[in-house]
Every structure is written in structure tokens, then in C-alpha cells.
Nanobody, 123 residues
């Protein structure tokens, strides 16, 4: 069982892109869904999460105010709207799910991961 990310690609500085995450084989309804990113030469970092049941969200400082996460339980999907992107946002973005509530779930290992999707911010 795993998660599947979509979206991403090449975007210009100041631009926007959306990422989506879904679980084809199980429900995310009881999960906290998280996004991590890993830039070249840097450690993977958690950037935001959402609790699927009640929609509560959490953002880390580097993305707060620029990224917005939402969920569609009917489609079993989480979407991240990423705005005002800079080259420092270039990274592989990973979706992950936890049985723990976000954001306390960042203290635990994730239960499911996607393979990651590349976002490149460049002119």
C-alpha cells in the first residue's frame, strides 16, 4: 500500500503549482496526511499536514502563508496549492500518511509514503 503524488514540474519564480496525493488502495479518512520535501544536498523536511477527518492543518514557517493544503474525502485526495514559489522551494516533494494526528504525528514514523514528485522553480 502506498500513496501516489501528482502535479509538480517546472515553474517560474513567483509562480504557482499544485500537488495532489491520493491512496488508491485504502482510505485516508482516519489519517494525518503530510508533505515533506528534500532539496539536493539537504535533509528531508516536513512542511505541512492535514487531518483528514476534521480538516485541521499545520504549516512550518518556510511555507506558511504561501502554501495551502486541503482535502477532499470523497476523492480520497489531499491537494497542496503552492504560491509565490522561489528557487529555494525546488525539491522532491513526498506525501506521507500517519495514524497519528497532525502535527504531533511529525514525532513518529510515517505509516505510508509516496515515491515523491519533483518541483523545480527556475526561470
Amino acid at each position: 500500500e502506498q500513496l501516489v503524488e501528482s502535479g509538480g514540474g517546472l515553474v517560474q519564480p513567483g509562480g504557482s503549482v499544485n500537488l495532489s496525493c491520493t491512496a488508491p488502495e485504502f482510505t485516508l479518512y482516519y489519517s494525518g496526511v503530510h508533505w515533506f520535501r528534500q532539496a539536493p544536498g539537504k535533509e528531508r523536511e516536513g512542511i505541512l499536514c492535514i487531518n483528514m477527518r476534521d480538516g485541521t492543518t499545520y504549516y512550518e514557517e518556510p511555507v506558511e502563508g504561501r502554501f495551502t493544503v486541503s482535502r477532499d474525502n470523497a476523492k480520497n485526495t489531499v491537494t497542496v496549492e503552492m504560491n509565490n514559489l522561489t528557487p529555494e522551494d525546488s525539491a522532491i516533494y513526498y506525501c506521507a500518511a500517519s495514524d497519528y494526528r497532525c502535527p504531533e504525528s511529525f514525532h513518529y514514523d510515517m505509516d505510508y509514503w509516496g515515491k515523491g514528485i519533483l518541483v523545480t522553480v527556475s526561470s
